[in-house]
């Protein structure tokens, strides 16, 4: 038994992935600002980072083969694929890389989940 139906999961994996870029943005926006002060520090940690990737990765893991067992579709599987890739290099790339890579990862797996949620309600 699921406790979340696909579109749920999607949903949760596409929110996920939302807040994986909002914290990509704005932390170092706000920690540039001096607005967060000790816990900026804390977001700031490849601890932080890890324990944000956890979700992403559980809810992939979830959604995905899920999704291409119900709609035949291995596009969406694919795109969170390379956009999983890009979350985890953005985690070992130097500061200067980490923003991009994390950006361009969380918006890879929110079109990943979208077009698996919009394939698997089909």
Same mark, same amino acid.
């Given at each position: 038994m699921?406790?979340?139906?696909?579109?749920?999961?999607?949903?949760?994996g596409a929110?996920?992935?939302?807040?994986?870029l909002s914290?990509?943005?704005l932390?170092? &926006? +706000? /920690?540039a600002?001096? @607005? =967060?002060?000790?816990?900026? *520090?804390?977001? $700031?940690?490849? !601890?932080?980072?890890?324990? #944000?990737?956890?979700?992403?990765?559980?809810?992939?893991?979830l959604?995905?083969?899920?999704?291409v067992?119900?709609?035949?579709?291995?596009?969406?599987?694919?795109i969170a694929g390379?956009? &999983? +890739? /890009?979350?985890?290099? @953005? =985690?070992?790339?130097?500061? *200067?890389?980490? $923003?991009?890579? !994390?950006?361009?990862?969380? #918006?890879?797996m929110?079109?990943?989940h979208?077009?698996?949620?919009?394939?698997?309600?089909?």
């Amino acid at each position: 038994m699921n406790l979340l139906s696909a579109s749920q999961r999607d949903l949760a994996g596409a929110l996920c992935s939302g807040l994986c870029l909002s914290h990509c943005l704005l932390t170092p &926006l +706000l /920690l540039a600002s001096g @607005a =967060l002060g000790t816990i900026g *520090a804390v977001l $700031a940690t490849e !601890t932080t980072h890890w324990v #944000l990737l956890a979700p992403v990765l559980l809810l992939a893991a979830l959604s995905f083969p899920a999704g291409v067992k119900h709609h035949g579709r291995y596009l969406p599987a694919m795109i969170a694929g390379a956009g &999983l +890739l /890009l979350l985890l290099i @953005a =985690l070992m790339a130097g500061e *200067a890389l980490e $923003a991009w890579l !994390t950006a361009a990862g969380a #918006l890879t797996m929110l079109a990943a989940h979208g077009f698996n949620r919009r394939w698997s309600r089909g």
